[in-house]
């Protein structure tokens, strides 16, 4: 299911992506930002969820090809009739452990920075790793419970 090219990209992007919080960690400067918590309109919430929904595609696609060039309207429904919900999948540890994790926290930092409170981002940050599991990764497997939970 996952081939060395996927497993050598999950890596390196786990590289890319932790090396420079070391670096900046390291540094004396000591920079924050707190977002201002506003309302928003629902048309602003449903911009955002369709930011985040088109990244998840192009994040899919880019990872799973295969899976992304045999997606139809009868995938989709064979997988959602036949396949079912699993509490663990095949995925390896790195994604579950590394990968899922790193993904939400970047799915609440980006309604965080859209002005949402902390408890709204972590229920958009939830609704979107649910929306992933069922809407997009439902073509390659069955939803995990892992996945939604770490």
């Not at 420079?20 to 969820?49: C, I, M, Q």
């Not at 990872?63 to 699993?86: H, M, N, R, Y």
Request: hydrophobic content about 45%; glycine content about 6%; proline content about 7%.
């Amino acid at each position: 299911m996952y081939t060395p090219f996927m497993k050598r990209f999950s890596i390196a992007i786990c590289i890319i992506l932790i090396v420079p919080g070391f670096v900046f960690a390291a540094s004396n400067e000591r920079k924050t930002y707190s977002p201002v918590s506003r309302p928003h309109e629902w048309e602003e919430v449903l911009l955002d969820f369709s930011i985040i929904y088109v990244i998840l595609w192009g994040a899919y696609a880019v990872t799973q090809p295969d899976t992304v060039a045999g997606i139809s309207f009868d995938t989709f429904s064979e997988g959602l009739i036949d396949k079912g919900i699993v509490f663990f999948d095949e995925t390896p540890w790195y994604t579950n452990y590394l990968g899922h994790p790193y993904a939400g926290s970047e799915y609440y930092l980006y309604f965080r920075s859209r002005g949402y409170s902390p408890k709204m981002a972590a229920l958009h940050m939830t609704l979107s790793s649910v929306m992933f599991e069922f809407a997009v990764e439902r073509f390659g497997h069955p939803p995990s419970g892992i996945d939604m939970v770490v």
